[in-house]
Nanobody, 122 residues
């Protein structure tokens, strides 16, 4: 079992910034990395960003490239999502999940956190 706890959501104006955190505990040794997903009202959950616990590769959705940055602190089993230049369309519940496969395909992510609300006002 892997437990994930997100934090850092909130209300921000267009153009503002937020940093989300995802702390992992439990059998983290069985995972290859963490990722962020989001779900807006009435929409399906979508992939946002991901990275492995080691190495330099990061993965982003086209909609957030150049604005969001995913980083990690492997010693703390924590992954961060720095979100800059936020837009109203970024409003969603943001979830953290663990990847149980090296390839980091969105279908490989499980053990979802409870989510944190991000609201961007226009």
């Amino acid at each position: 079992q892997v437990q994930l706890v997100e934090s850092g959501g909130g209300l921000v104006q267009t153009g503002g910034s937020l940093r989300l955190s995802c702390a992992a505990s439990g059998r983290t040794f069985s995972t290859f990395g963490l990722g962020w997903f989001r779900q807006a009202p009435g929409k399906e959950r979508e992939f946002v960003a991901a990275l492995r616990w080691s190495g330099t590769n990061t993965y982003y959705a086209d909609s957030v490239k150049g604005r969001f940055t995913i980083t990690r602190d492997s010693a703390k089993n924590t992954v961060y999502l720095q979100m800059n230049s936020l837009k109203p369309e970024d409003t969603a519940v943001y979830y953290c999940a663990a990847s149980f496969a090296y390839r980091m395909n969105p279908a490989d992510f499980r053990s979802w956190g409870q989510g944190t609300q991000v609201t961007v006002s226009s």
